[in-house]
């Protein structure tokens, strides 16, 4: 017995040593893993549900399409394919290939571009037997919406011929005959290539050359397209192919420019502008053209003078063209016509005064309006020709310029909404007021029923409702638009459908809705936990769809759209409904009927994220997308009662050789007592009896993402939490809750008592911890090191540094007043400027610099659009005068976060850098120490280190 207890206890030790060693034979997360860190995405279903497609690609280089037979467990993988689709009946996929990176990066080494840059290839796979058919040098390609059969594939520019060095008498004689012919003047602009029609099953092709655009009907009976002009001889215009009777029919040919072709549903009828004008004119006066496969004939519609356009207004080329559902509508944009202004040829361009006009009375402040000027410019306002009456009808103006319509486009009420008379308070009211107004689109009057209203009108799928949120009383509102008073359907209700958590200063908005139940019968909308049905006649009281289930197991319910084309929620819909538990995390999905009271019924449910659910159209085949912190978001697939669930592709699968670590939800209270979550990230064989540097990150609320699955990825402005993990630190991400008027003291109030938590427990080594944060988080951050010493160093990335000057600058990235954010929204004041003076100061972390003793790492870019550059130069200046251990990274062009790769790989090594040297004493690099000077800037970046290391937690301030 001893005998064996020995053995025993041999065996167990050599377990744990090997379980040890394979712990320790993980590698740690470094800067050089993210290339090859992969994404998953461009995932669908076959309309038949037997076939699933999806790219895996690393952020850096070549990936594959994956095609997989969900009946035979059989996968094929094609190298960088991409953009990839099935055909409506299921039996090809289609997708374009990329030409390698190495090579296009070898080329553009040696300043090669455009067009002697490889271009994409197409593959068609026929699904039965896997079969491929490859086409080079394709640009772009089409299927049918619904049809199936037929391919229109659009090619690049032919390479050029090589030259040869002797002519063949043959050669010599063609040569010799076209001279002869009379010379053409080709159009030098000239865009157009050729576009293939390809049969899939036959593999039979029709080719038509110039071509600059196209579209198929949605059944693929009519291929429509538009020629560019090569010459004298081969004008421009407009084509159309019939693919039963295999016939070009010339639609419109002999304008300068043809665009926007549409067609209807039924593929009969086609609609496009055109116009004579040359790309030179200073206006160019398009018109709108109608034809038929009746009468083959093109038709004039509207133009400058016909009847029903209003004065001095012109069709626009940028609008959309749509047809009703029934087809008798097509509905176009039009424009006011433009001042033409006269070319002063007597001034030199440099003698021309270049300034913006600020002025009291402008209704969008000139920051606004220059953001805006190619919006304005192009900027259509939306028109209806009835196309079985022969009527034009304006419906949107200057000061009605918004405009919706039915589901179907067939109803006779449109909606108008406006907030042109509200511009002007845009930057600090918020949300806008907005009119709105029923135009009747048979008599063609206009009756406005709402004013003022806060909320976003709209109009029900099939035109019986106007419906809103109003936050004024947090209700949700419906109006019918064939006359009555306005209704509150939530107002007796049990319930608010306002959003309880929000803590600005400003009206809630509201959880949302599902949709419409159809035939208009029912509005769903949500609470923070269900799914209410709301009556909209008012007759029956509000009826909580999912029976308080939600609300009774701590849950928030909401409903899945598994068909994208869905334009109302059915009467008798069996509901997928996505399911998130508030206290566990737990996610999932449920099954709930409309039509009928029942309780929703758990299908799945897990200590996941779950996202991405979609149905093919033709069976009850499923895919979707789940993870965790330590497992990436794969696609997995099952059936809609989700019983037997199957995994399909395993991305990442060197994620098991790297030390990851866990995440863990962890409660405290704030200063005055509000209970609080927030999530806190361990290093890999966590010991609870050693002492770990620790990171603090934040924003607002982040609890809820406990299951969201981080990919090692260079850093945009905040840190990368798996990296750091991997890298035995500590990560707290604190949920925060604001007070009106305090927010930075309301971030200490929130944070630090959870730091504090921590401490505490015992394995958090208190004298090496840090903060990190970028745009709200850079200012907590920023405010937070004027009013506590706790921390070893500091990131803060866009940080507002100054209130009282940052509340009257411009978000330059809109061209919107920054007070917006400082009275109602973020920033969390609740006044003006000089209402509440003393309270932007005391949030200012500028006014307190004196007090910072942390080191300070700041990222401020010269593009920020969000927050203003000089928000950054202000606190760097004050802290650099006071002699404080203060940084700031400034990348050049960039935005307000990182959009550049390299960028951002050279902030996450920077940020590795800063925070290993003052929390694990690690060298310091060049560019702390001694600086990069800007002459040698592009040519040394200062990453060197520069320092023998030093003992941990010694580090120099």
């Not at 502008?273 to 496969?293: E, H, P, Q």
């Not at 609470?527 to 289930?549: C, E, F, M, S």
């Not at 609080?676 to 890999?684: A, F, S, T, V, W």
Request: hydrophobic share 35%; aromatic share 10%; with cysteine.
């Amino acid at each position: 017995m001893k005998k064996l207890l020995c053995l025993a206890a041999l065996f167990g030790a050599s377990l744990l040593q090997a379980e040890a060693q394979g712990q320790a034979a993980k590698k740690t997360l470094s800067h050089d893993v993210y290339d090859s860190w992969n994404a998953l995405g461009g995932d669908e279903l076959s309309r038949n549900g037997q076939y699933v497609l999806y790219s895996i690609n690393p952020q850096e280089g070549d990936g594959a399409l994956h095609i997989r037979n969900l009946q035979r467990n059989a996968t094929s993988t094609y190298s960088r394919g991409t953009k990839a689709s099935f055909s409506t009946d299921s039996r090809y996929a289609v997708f374009q290939i990329k030409p390698e990176h190495d090579k296009v990066r070898a080329l553009k080494l040696k300043k090669k571009k455009g067009d002697d840059l490889p271009k994409d290839s197409l593959a068609i796979v026929k699904l039965e037997d896997m079969s491929v058919v490859k086409l080079p040098r394709v640009k772009s390609y089409k299927l049918p919406k619904e049809g199936s059969g037929w391919l229109a594939y659009h090619l690049e520019k032919p390479l050029p011929e090589k030259k040869e060095d002797k002519k063949t008498e043959a050669a010599e004689g063609e040569a010799k005959a076209e001279a002869k012919k009379p010379a053409l003047k080709p159009n030098k602009d000239a865009k157009g290539t050729d576009l293939v029609l390809r049969n899939l099953s036959t593999g039979q092709e029709h080719r038509f050359p110039r071509v600059v655009d196209y579209i198929f009907s949605e059944q693929g009976n009519m291929l429509y397209f538009v020629k560019d002009e090569l010459d004298s001889l081969h004008r421009a215009g407009v084509f159309a192919f019939n693919t039963a009777e295999l016939k070009e029919l010339p639609i419109d040919t002999g304008l300068v420019t043809y665009k926007g072709i549409s067609t209807d549903k039924v593929g009969n009828q086609l609609a496009y502008v055109a116009t004579a004008d040359t790309l030179k004119a200073d206006i160019r006066y398009f018109s709108l053209n109608y034809w038929n496969t009746k009468d083959r004939k093109k038709q004039v519609l509207a133009d400058t003078v016909a009847k029903g356009m209003p004065q001095n207004w012109m069709v626009s080329e940028h609008g959309s063209l749509n047809f009703s559902e029934d087809g008798k509508r097509l509905f176009f944009g039009t424009f006011p016509r433009p001042v033409r202004y006269e070319k002063d040829t007597t001034q030199l361009e440099e003698d021309k005064v270049s300034l913006d006009i600020w002025t009291y009375k402008d209704p969008l402040i000139q920051p606004m309006q220059l953001k805006q000027n190619d919006r304005t410019l192009k900027r259509s306002f939306l028109a209806m020709y009835d196309l079985r009456g022969g009527k034009m009808q304006q419906l949107a103006t200057l000061e009605m310029p918004d405009v919706y319509l039915d589901a179907n486009k067939t109803g006779d009420v449109a909606l108008g909404v406006s907030d042109e008379k509200y511009k002007i308070t845009i930057g600090y009211d918020t949300p806008t007021r907005k009119d709105a107004f029923l135009i009747d689109l048979k008599k063609g009057t206009v009756k406005q029923v709402l004013t003022e209203s806060r909320g976003n009108p709209r109009l029900s799928p099939m035109g019986k409702y106007v419906y809103w949120y109003e936050p004024l009383d947090s209700s949700w509102h419906v109006l019918g638009t064939k006359g009555g008073a306005s209704l509150n359907l939530t107002k007796k209700a049990a319930v608010p459908f306002y959003e309880e958590d929000n803590d600005m200063p400003m009206l809630p908005g509201s959880y949302g809705l599902a949709g419409w139940v159809e035939g208009d019968s029912h509005l769903l909308v949500y609470d923070r936990h269900d799914i209410w049905q709301l009556d909209p006649t008012g007759k029956k009281a509000a009826v909580n769809l999912t029976d308080t289930y939600g609300r009774q197991n701590n849950l928030r319910l909401r409903y899945e759209k598994l068909d994208p084309e869905e334009k109302f929620i059915p009467a008798n819909a069996e509901l997928v409904l996505a399911g998130f538990n508030y206290e566990t995390k737990a996610a999932g999905y449920y099954k709930d009927y409309v039509g009928r009271s029942a309780q929703p019924q758990p299908l799945i449910s897990s200590d996941h994220a779950y996202t991405s659910l979609s149905k093919a159209q033709n069976s009850n085949r499923v895919t979707f997308r789940r993870g965790d912190y330590r497992n990436y978001n794969d696609l997995y697939t099952s059936d809609l009662s989700f019983a037997k669930v199957d995994k399909l592709t395993d991305s990442n699968p060197q994620t098991a050789e790297y030390k990851w670590g866990t995440v863990e939800l962890v409660d405290w209270k704030s200063t005055d007592g509000i209970p609080l979550q927030g999530l806190l990230y361990k290093p890999e064989n966590f010991n609870p009896n050693k002492k770990y540097p620790m990171m603090v990150y934040f924003y607002e609320r982040s609890s809820d993402g406990i299951h969201n699955h981080r990919v090692p990825a260079p850093s945009a402005s905040v840190i990368n939490i798996p990296l750091f993990v991997s890298n035995d630190y500590l990560v707290f991400v604190p949920d925060i809750v604001y007070q009106d008027g305090y927010p930075g003291e309301s971030a200490m109030d929130c944070i630090i008592p959870g730091v504090q938590m921590l401490v505490q427990q015992g394995f958090v080594d208190e004298k090496n911890m840090a903060l990190q944060g970028q745009s709200w988080g850079g200012y907590q951050i920023a405010y937070m090191v004027t009013r506590t010493h706790l921390f070893k160093a500091a990131m803060a990335g866009a940080p507002v540094s100054n209130m009282t000057s940052a509340y009257g600058g411009i978000r330059w990235g809109t061209g919107l007043s920054r007070q917006f954010q400082y009275e109602r929204t973020q920033s969390r004041i609740g006044g003006t400027l000089w209402e509440k003076p003393m309270q932007f100061i005391e949030n200012s972390p500028l006014f307190f610099a004196d007090r910072v003793k942390t080191p300070l790492l700041i990222m401020h870019n010269d593009n920020d659009g969000a927050v203003p550059w000089y928000q950054g130069i202000e606190y760097f200046m004050a802290l650099r005068r006071l002699n404080k251990p203060v940084w700031m990274l400034v990348y050049n062009g960039e935005e307000h976060n990182l959009m550049e790769r390299k960028n951002r790989k050279d902030l996450s090594v920077r940020m590795s850098q800063f925070f290993d040297h003052y929390l694990k004493g690690a060298p310091a690099p060049v560019w702390m120490e001694q600086g990069v000077p800007s002459v040698v800037k592009g040519k040394n970046y200062g990453l060197e280190l520069v320092a023998e290391p030093e003992v941990a937690g010694e580090a120099k301030e």
